[in-house]
Structure formats: C-alpha cells, structure tokens
C-alpha cells in the first residue's frame, strides 16, 4: 500500500537483539516480548541470536498475546461461543479487538467483508491465533495463498462489519489475566537481584559474567565489552 514501509527481517532482529543489549545492559535483565502478530517469526530468532552472542544470564519471554486468550478466539463452528468467523486478519476477531483497544481508531462504518483465498484444502496452515491446531504454522508456508495485494487489496480479510468491541473483552481479560501471572511467576522464581545461576546459563568465564553483571558504575564493565551490537 503506498505509505508503508518495509523493513527486512534481518534490520529488525538486529533492532531487536540491540535493544536488549541496551535494556540488559541498564539493568532490566527480566523482560517479557509482547506481539500482536506480525513478524513472529522474527523475534525468537532475535532472542536466539542475543543468547548466542552474549551468553549473559538473564530472562526474556516471547508472548504471542493472541495465543494467550486463543480459546476466545475461536468462532461457533470451532467450539467457541463468541465469533462466528475464524480469525484471519482485520476481520471480525481483530476489528473487534481493535475496537476495544483503540477505539479511536476505528471507523466501523468503513468496514468491508472479503473472503479469504487458498491454494490447499483445509487441515493443513493454520492461522495465526492456532485456533484449529493443524501441523503447519501460518508462517511455515509460502505460495498456499494469494498474495494479499491481489485478492484483498481492501486489506481485510474476513467479515470486518460483525466486528464489536464487546466480543473482545473476555480474551483481553484472559491475556491480562496471563501476563500477571507470567510476571509474577518469573519475580516469585527470580526476585529482584536474583538472576539464573551463572553455571548454568553460560560458558563464559565467571569473572567475565560478574564483570558485566556489576557494570561500569560498580567497578564491572558494560555488556558491550562482550560485542557490539550488529
């Protein structure tokens, strides 16, 4: 769509592993990853790829938070008991969370209905919610659909009009619901102070991991001792 920017996979896992560099390297060395969707297959990579480089002990979580509430994502025909359409993209699921979210920023009365294109029959790519649990992640394949900017160019796909934000607050609940327990399930194992043993977490030497862990205002060293990011 003229406007939007595209920015590679390599350029953002390299973004991503930078910032927590910086983060750990400011001391916040428990971190949670929250997404929406997009470029999920991104940032694991990108939390791999810290690891790997720094080797530093530390904690950092991915949630796909549409995987936290995925039982209220579901539509009527899979089991569920609020939507009538399986969640696909800017259609009845995310249009109605949207809503709840960001009212402002939604203009019901543009709303359009398109219907998804695949090349496969059902049973094989699920969708981004894994609400059916087929084998194949959504971003596992390429050339099983259309290409969006071909077949729904209105950028919707599904039935946007069904959308309510009302349909929306039991998996927001259920999200936030997780993401305490999440967050307070990491202090209660790692409370303030307290990271995972060095022995375990690194081949680095000890001497080098405490360096870093004191800093360079308590007579350590800065993470960027280690490497740069890049």
């Not at 001391?27 to 969707?37: A, D, E, S, T, V």
């Not at 971003?139 to 659909?145: D, E, L």
Request: aromatic content about 10%; proline content about 8%; overall charge negative.
């Amino acid at each position: 769509m003229p406007g939007t920017i595209i920015i590679p996979e390599e350029t953002l896992a390299a973004y991503l592993r930078a910032i927590f560099a910086g983060f750990w390297n400011a001391g916040f060395r428990k971190m949670i990853i929250l997404n929406g969707h997009g470029q999920d297959y991104v940032i694991p990579m990108a939390i791999h790829q810290f690891g790997k480089k720094y080797q530093v002990p530390a904690i950092l979580i991915y949630v796909h938070w549409w995987l936290a509430c995925k039982e209220h994502l579901k539509s009527k025909d899979e089991g569920g008991k609020i939507f009538e359409t399986p969640f696909v993209h800017a259609d009845e699921v995310e249009t109605s969370f949207s809503m709840a979210l960001f009212p402002e920023m939604c203009d019901l009365s543009k709303a359009v209905d398109t219907k998804p294109t695949s090349f496969l029959p059902p049973g094989h790519i699920n969708n981004s919610a894994e609400s059916k649990e087929w084998p194949v992640k959504w971003f596992n394949a390429y050339g099983a659909v259309g290409m969006e900017c071909i077949c729904t160019p209105e950028g919707v796909i599904g039935k946007s009009t069904l959308a309510d934000p009302e349909k929306a607050k039991p998996g927001i609940e259920a999200v936030l619901d997780y993401l305490v327990k999440l967050h307070d399930d990491i202090l209660t194992s790692y409370p303030p102070g307290k990271l995972p043993p060095v022995d375990k977490v690194t081949q680095r030497s000890r001497e080098e991991i405490e360096a870093v862990i004191k800093g360079p205002h308590n007579g350590g060293r800065h993470i960027y001792t280690l490497g740069y990011p890049c």
